[in-house]
């Protein structure tokens, strides 16, 4: 096969963790007998640093016509003060409107060896292997009106759900669902939000198309404390774009690190990878940044954009068998660096491929 992959490493981690993506991609590449080529463009701080805007002309137009996006993180501290719309960040929330990237998929599952990793007692993590289903166009992040007063005295976001986006979103999470053990549960705020309250309703009605597949449906602040109680009670969670943004965040905390989680965002063009984590300004540049979300987010480009599944597996079996052999990053309380961590795993891709 042949494809044009665009990367778009950003700010802060973001280049340390596209680049062992982009390495796991090459040793499949050359495994597997197939051509990708890849093309690196600016994004977010990386972006504003040679004062071009966060998201520049130029790298709309490389994404619009790649086969796949990778994509690192995006966010700098030096631009904190300014206002949203002129943030890296805005990129991406750009970005994903640009390529009508509505769904994104956020699994969290516990990897070989990572058992007591995380600050759960490994006998309540269990199994846990989740699949958070993010709906990633509408909700607070893009309702109008939003703004703050002239006085700066008071500010508004705004909640707004179409029964279409919300239709949509849940026919993703169903067909996720029949690939894994059928069992959806849908979050929501329906007992103060009328955004919910439609949510709750479309959500139903859509499940009445998948017969096969269980519905629950649960709020999101109990939602919120079950991931921490029982979080191998759940399989796929659906829900509205800022919930899906925090209860991410914790189920990557609960599997061991949000350093581990991949994503990817999908629509009606081209497909975007991403780990989950942000640019972590912190630890920028000290090759000690977890490389396995950005990774795993390689193999879901591999399975979603690309339908190269033998390949993609082959990326998760590395990754498994580097963290079942104890080479782990500091988040994971190891001591290797992100590129020793990277080798490792394009190691195992290529030796499994060979066998
Ligand atoms: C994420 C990030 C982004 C979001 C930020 C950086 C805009 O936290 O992808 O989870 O809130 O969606
Ligand atoms: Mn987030």
């Known amino acids: 096969m042949i494809a044009r992959i665009v990367v778009l490493p950003g700010d802060g981690v973001g280049p340390e963790v596209t680049g062992a993506a982009q390495a796991a991609l090459v040793a499949v590449a050359d495994a597997f007998g197939h051509q990708f080529t890849f093309e690196t463009h600016l994004i977010g701080g990386a972006a504003i640093r040679r004062d071009l805007p966060p ?73 846990t292997d989740l699949l958070v289903v993010r709906e990633l166009t509408g909700g607070l992040y893009y309702g109008e009106p939003r703004g703050i007063s002239a006085e700066g005295d008071a500010a508004w976001n705004t909640m707004r759900y179409s029964r279409q986006e919300i239709e949509r979103i849940a026919r993703v999470a169903f067909t996720a669902a029949r690939a894994r053990q059928r069992r959806v549960t849908s979050v929501d705020k329906m007992n103060v939000l009328e955004t919910s309250r439609l949510w709750r309703s479309v959500v139903t009605e859509v499940a009445a198309d998948y017969p096969d597949v269980r519905l629950d449906h649960m709020l999101v602040d109990s939602c919120a404390m079950r991931i921490t109680l029982a979080p191998a009670s759940f399989d ?113 891709v290529v030796s499994r491929a060979v066998t």
Request: glycine fraction near 12%; include cysteine; charged fraction near 20%.
């Open 236 to 348: 796929v969670i659906v829900t509205e774009n800022l919930f899906g943004d925090i209860l991410s965040d914790e189920a990557g905390a609960v599997v061991g690190s949000l350093g581990l989680l991949p994503s990817a965002s999908l629509g009606d063009g081209p497909g975007l990878f991403e780990p989950v984590h942000g640019s972590a300004p912190d630890i920028a540049g000290l090759d000690v940044a977890n490389p396995i979300g950005a990774v795993l987010s390689a193999a879901m480009l591999l399975r979603h954009a690309l339908k190269l599944e033998k390949e993609a597996s082959a990326i998760e079996s590395a990754v498994a068998g580097v963290t079942a052999g104890g080479e782990l990053t500091r988040d994971l309380g190891g001591p290797a660096s992100c590129s020793a961590v990277a080798r490792a795993i394009a190691a195992r």
């Open 55 to 127: 998201l520049p002309q130029e790298t709309i137009a490389a994404c619009v016509s790649a086969d796949a996006i990778l994509l690192g993180a995006v966010g700098a501290p030096e631009f904190d003060s300014r206002p949203p719309g002129q943030r890296p960040e805005s990129a991406l929330l750009q970005i994903r409107q640009r390529l009508g990237l509505y769904a994104n998929l956020r699994p969290a599952r516990v990897w070989p060896g990572l058992e007591s990793a995380g600050p759960l007692k490994p006998q309540v993590l269990g199994r």
